[in-house]
T-cell receptor, first 113, second 118 residues
Framework: NAGVTQTPKFQVLKTGQSMTLQCAQDMNHEYMSWYRQDPGMGLRLIHYSVGAGITDQGEVPNGYNVSRSTTEDFPLRLLSAAPSQTSVYFC????????????FGPGTRLTVL | AQKVTQAQTEISVVEKEDVTLDCVYETRDTTYYLFWYKQPPSGELVFLIRRNSFDEQNEISGRYSWNFQKSTSSFNFTITASQVVDSAVYFCALTKDRGDFGNEKLTFGTGTRLTIIP
């Protein structure tokens, strides 16, 4: 049971490049989310999913796309990277009721030059 | 809209001192969950506690204790006899209790960086 895994751990992009941050969980959780962490701002929700085929926007969705074709995977796509997207990205999955426990991945540190 | 305020940006205490981290929240929801997470220098997020708004009992887990006061919308976290390993950034978070649905949308505070001085 690996929990929530994220790849890559580190990535450097040039402005305008696109890439996909991978997130996978092996706990059969329906609920998954993407957050970004910036200095002095805590974690902010980008997108979330309540099950395969269902996604919705969070607080800061602009510049990011998601899809959820399987329960296990929830990739985050940067369409055209910008320096403002330099951040640490965390993926999370949740058990749902009644425990409602959130499990976070180890994070991906992204730098956009 | 929901909001979590952690007014203490950074705190430093000498080892073995007690320290309290403050968390004040705002929500219009009648039922909700509150969380504390620890982020050590290695960067991962470690779950510490989840508290439902119905349960106002204080909780103690070893050197950690939590004081939930609905009347003041606060959920403060105290570390007793602090240790160097407690040095980390601590986040308070809030989510609506959606009953049969999950809590996939957390609202985080900006975090408090705690440094324990040996």
């Amino acid at each position: 049971n690996a929990g929530v895994t994220q790849t890559p751990k580190f990535q450097v992009l040039k402005t305008g490049q696109s890439m996909t941050l991978q997130c996978a969980q092996d706990m059969n959780h329906e609920y998954m989310s993407w957050y970004r962490q910036d200095p002095g701002m805590g974690l902010r929700l980008i997108h979330y999913s309540v099950g395969a085929g269902i996604t919705d926007q969070g607080e800061v969705p602009n510049g990011y796309n998601v899809s959820r074709s399987t329960t296990e995977d929830f990739p985050l796509r940067l369409l055209s990277a910008a320096p403002s997207q330099t951040s640490v990205y965390f993926c999370a999955s949740s058990t749902g009721p009644p425990l409602n426990e959130q499990f976070f991945g180890p994070g991906t540190r992204l730098t956009v030059l | 809209a929901q909001k979590v305020t952690q007014a203490q940006t950074e705190i430093s205490v000498v080892e073995k001192e007690d320290v309290t981290l403050d968390c004040v929240y705002e929500t219009r929801d009648t039922t909700y969950y509150l969380f504390w997470y620890k982020q050590p220098p290695s960067g991962e997020l470690v779950f510490l506690i989840r508290r439902n708004s119905f349960d106002e009992q204080n909780e103690i887990s070893g050197r950690y204790s939590w004081n939930f006061q609905k009347s003041t919308s606060s959920f403060n976290f105290t570390i007793t006899a602090s240790q160097v390993v407690d040095s980390a950034v601590y986040f308070c978070a809030l989510t609506k209790d959606r009953g049969d649905f999950g809590n996939e949308k957390l609202t985080f505070g900006t975090g408090t960086r705690l440094t324990i001085i040996p």
